[in-house]
């Protein structure tokens, strides 16, 4: 018996799931009841243990469902960031080798973008709620059984992707695990002593669930017989309201989410009781230290900080009163791994010295069909590494000094400059162009381009390519600057000296 459907036998009746926008409710014996139809509705499409299946969905209900289906039914599924563009959907869909596509009807747009350009391919394709054109129904399929046992299978997993440094996503796909995992706790449990979750945990989730954070909490607290209140999008006062609603106990956020929350005014603070709320757990991006003092000064010592990757090389972990002492820092790691800071030529940083962080000692991982880009994040020692740049002091403590090295940071986003330069470089007026984040007082970083132009340089030029990456590229990736110079700074090899051009740029 699996976490689920032991929760739905010993606490039938308590609510699972909370959607406060729309009044929508679950309880665990609802959810273990649509989990068990979706799954027998996944093995008889013929869907084999280890396949995988897409999904491009807001955040609703199904979305629980089918990440429980699927792993009773030893798939994977790819939860797609709803703001990709067709070609980029193509890439995951083709790399992940994407079995079916499973789509929400808030989405029906883009859904029929993907079949009138071919990104779906001969897929079996499925929408939810009220449906798409030229998908099957989702509701229709699961009509078809009633609640049975169900066959014995693998335990199936989330299959991430982030974005690649050559512009292309990365997947991160782990073997599916033997059956009597159903039941298994996780092989790292440390987030369960580190922030308190138990079945009393009420977990607010503000961010998209394809996220790979807000995916794995949420799980974990279903997994615990906690409460989920799902937001189907940040709004700062919308969560003050629902941990005031909901008696929340724990949450999690991104710099840019504190930076909007500490922009309401105090009478609207003021009208929230927030007493229930013990752990608020922040990563994703490096937050301004003002920031952080802030929301410290005004919800106490209950916010922790994490650093960390899909990828599990290594986590790090920091608590309020610690942070107080060490301003800046994201902390020391977790379960015995240890943390080095390597110079290019893999000798060992002295303390404060900047190099590559890696880890020794964290489970092995692969990037998906990629295996030059997972020789380039393991060394001769078996250390692993996310690529970012750090420093320790003489505790011990880490502080980030650079992410991916040309990583811009955008709201809690990963975006990297050379699939924006690879697009904007086929627009004939483009002749070169290079890419870099410079500061933002709310998202932490934008995005700007730095274009050496073939034609004169105008206003309407850089609205015209700031137009040609919007049908190109995901929102987010879309440069709200745009500045045209003549030359970019470049070696005497001809490689592009980003780090000059950084400290070119980051005044804004």
């Known amino acids: 018996m699996g976490h689920l459907a032991r929760w739905a036998a010993t606490q039938p009746g308590k609510i699972a799931l909370h959607f406060p926008e729309t009044g929508e409710t679950c309880t665990y014996a609802e959810l273990d009841r649509r989990a068990n139809l979706a799954t027998q509705w996944l093995v008889g499409l013929g869907l084999q243990p280890d396949e995988t299946v897409a999904l491009l969905c807001d955040n609703r209900p199904e979305f629980f469902e089918i990440a429980f289906a699927i792993r009773r039914a030893g798939l994977h599924y790819t939860p797609l960031s709803i703001h990709l563009r067709p070609r980029e959907i193509a890439y995951v869909l083709q790399d992940s080798g994407a079995k079916a596509l499973i789509v929400s009807s808030a989405l029906a747009d883009l ?25 099957a129904s989702y509701e229709a399929g699961l009509a078809a059984y009633t609640p049975a046992p169900l066959p014995v299978r693998p335990v199936g997993r989330v299959f991430l992707y982030s974005s690649g440094t ?37 977990y607010l989730s503000p961010a998209p669930l394809y996220h790979a954070a807000p995916n794995a909490y949420c799980m974990r607290t279903l997994n615990e017989g906690g409460s989920v209140v799902v937001l189907k999008k940040f709004d700062a006062t919308a969560c003050l309201a629902a941990i005031a609603q909901y008696g929340v106990t724990h949450s999690q956020w991104v710099p840019t989410m504190f930076v909007r929350l500490l922009a309401l005014p105090d009478a609207v603070r003021a009208q929230f009781n927030l007493s229930s709320h013990r752990c608020a757990i922040h990563a994703a991006a490096p937050c301004p230290v003002a920031v952080k003092r802030a929301m410290i000064a005004w919800w106490g010592p209950i916010i922790k900080e994490y650093y960390a990757g899909s990828e599990s090389v290594g986590t790090t972990v920091i608590d309020s009163e610690t942070w107080l002492r060490k301003p800046g820092s994201v902390g020391r790691p977790v379960n015995n791994v240890v943390l080095h800071i390597l110079h290019e030529d893999g000798s060992e940083a002295a303390p404060h010295e900047v190099g590559q962080i890696w880890f020794e000692g964290g489970p092995p991982f692969a990037y998906h069909n990629a295996s030059e880009k997972t020789a380039t994040a393991r ?27 040309d990583l811009i940071l955008s709201g809690g986003v990963n975006i990297y400059p050379a699939e924006i330069e690879a697009a904007l470089a086929q627009h004939p007026a483009v002749r070169e ?53 003549s030359e970019l700074p470049r070696s005497e090899a001809g490689k592009l000296l980003r780090r000059m051009l950084k400290e070119q740029h980051r005044g804004g």
């Open 433 to 485: 162009v290079a890419v870099v984040g410079v500061p933002h007082p709310d998202f932490g970083e934008q995005v700007k381009a730095v274009v050496v132009p073939g034609e004169p340089a105008s206003p309407a030029l850089a609205e015209a390519l700031r137009d040609y990456a919007r049908q190109h590229l995901a929102g987010p990736k879309v440069p709200r600057l745009v500045e045209f110079v």
């Open 111 to 135: 859904a029929q973008e993907l079949v009138a350009e071919g990104a779906v391919g001969e897929r079996l394709r499925f929408a939810l709620g009220e449906g798409v054109p030229g998908y």
């Open 166 to 202: 050559t512009g292309l996503p990365k997947g991160i796909r782990r073997p599916v695990m033997p059956p009597e995992m159903h039941a298994a706790p996780e092989p790292d449990m440390h987030w369960k002593h580190w922030y308190g979750f138990d079945d009393s945990t009420v």
């Open 379 to 405: 060394n001769e020692k078996g250390w692993q590494s996310l690529g970012d740049l750090g420093s320790v002091d003489e505790e011990g403590f880490l502080f980030l000094s650079d992410r991916r090295a």
